[in-house]
């Protein structure tokens, strides 16, 4: 696609988008492309910078601070002891237990459990809301 500025012979300026350079051309002779204010089909090309993509270098988004890391760690694992605390544990269950409670075939209940890839598609595309649970935090004895 190559998109060109145009204007008209009123002066309006816009833009058309083209699948090549010669189809603007084509379009242009055969009398499509007219102007979107006025309707004139004295159509020309403006003069443009080109669109370059990925030419620019982009900086890395800076590494979040050791203490922001610790409160969002904090802020997660927080999270996760209340659904632990307040919310049934239903194991591999959870896709056809939520799916009970969203047809109203269950008591309305807070849930988490564990759940397939395509058992998550499938609650999603069938407009179930629900959310994943951030990992426990790994024991100190676990670790190394």
């Known amino acids: 696609m190559i998109k060109y500025a145009l204007s008209c012979d009123h002066d309006h300026a816009f833009e058309g988008w083209f699948g090549s350079s010669s189809d603007y051309d084509d379009q242009a002779a055969r009398g499509l492309v007219d102007c979107p204010v006025c309707g004139s089909k004295a159509v020309r090309k403006q003069i443009m910078s080109p669109s370059v993509v990925g030419t620019k270098a982009r900086k890395a988004a800076p590494e979040p601070s050791a203490q922001m890391r610790e409160m969002m ?14 919310f049934d544990y239903v194991g591999d269950r959870f896709a056809r237990e939520a799916r009970d409670i969203h047809d109203g075939k269950s008591e309305d209940r807070g849930i988490y459990g564990e759940a397939s890839p395509t058992e998550v598609k499938a609650l999603v595309e069938d407009g179930i809301r629900i959310a994943p649970l951030p990992p426990a935090a790994p024991k100190k004895s676990e670790v190394n």
């Open 73 to 86: 760690k904090t802020a997660l694992g927080e999270m996760r002891r209340q659904v632990e605390d307040n």
